[in-house]
């Protein structure tokens, strides 16, 4: 059984790589595997954003990333960097940064790109979903 | 030890995939592994010499690529095959790697533990 550490780059609903992670991550996991971490950049961390609101006939990307965390205990992790540029914001960054409101997914969680290093080095494979 | 290889293969400032990409390769450096950087395909343009991406509201990180070997990147190559595609001359280039062909770029990614391209 393999380590696996993901980093999505993907926009969530405009590619389609979102969705193909999600899936990775669920046949992984049924497989035995392990998942480190899943990791956020670029337009990634956009799915973090629990204001997302497709139409109820489409997929909820946020939701289903969060389900699947929860349920197989999957860390969720997005960086710091992209994530306030794209607004996506946590409440401790909100207050730093004399924001409005919060939007972070609480499935989801604002960290640096240290952690993406970290978790490939912990990894037999990071496979990108761009 | 873990290697890594960073395949930088986009134009500059049109997207930011580079700068993101450079940015994990910075972050890399600081857990001491052996890492390759590669430029290839359209990718030779970020070491174009006299970017302007101020007049675009962008920040330059073209600078930051002569920052690799302080950050302790040892091998920086530039592809070989794409230079002559491009049709450029090497003084129009940062002076901060090696020319080499697509066989030995190759085998440096092929012997890498982990490769990333964004």
Redesign the interface.
């Known amino acids: 059984m393999a380590i696996f550490s993901l980093l999505v780059t993907a926009n969530p609903y405009s590619q389609q790589g979102q969705f193909s992670a999600l899936k990775f991550v669920q046949t992984a996991v049924e497989m035995g595997h392990q998942i480190k971490r899943v990791f956020f950049y670029a337009d990634g961390v956009l799915v973090a954003s629990r204001l997302n609101c497709p139409p109820s006939d489409e997929i909820n990307l946020t939701k289903a990333w969060a389900k699947l965390a929860i349920q197989k205990d999957i860390e969720l992790a997005v960086c710091v960097t992209a994530a306030l540029k794209r607004g996506i914001v946590n409440q401790a960054e909100a207050d730093r940064n004399a924001l409005t409101g919060e939007n972070l997914d609480p499935a989801f969680e604002i960290t640096g790109l240290g952690q993406l290093t970290e978790a490939m080095l912990e990894s037999e494979r990071l496979i990108t979903f761009g | 030890m ?1 290697s ?1 290889s960073f395949i930088f293969n986009k134009a500059p400032y049109g997207l ?2 580079s700068r ?1 990409l450079l ?2 390769c910075l ?2 450096s ?2 001491e ?1 052996p890492i390759s950087v590669i430029f290839k395909e359209q990718g030779i343009l970020q070491l174009l010499k006299n970017q302007q991406p101020e007049v675009l509201a962008m920040k330059n990180h073209s600078k930051t690529f002569q920052a690799l070997e302080l950050y302790g990147v040892e091998k920086v190559m530039i592809c070989e095959e794409s230079f002559k595609e491009l049709n450029l001359n090497k003084a129009d280039l940062l002076d901060i790697g090696t020319y080499a062909n697509k066989e030995t770029i190759n085998q440096v990614i092929a012997h890498s533990h ?1 490769v ?3």
């Open positions: 873990k890594i930011q995939n993101e940015d994990i972050m890399s600081a857990f592994m982990f990333q391209m964004l």
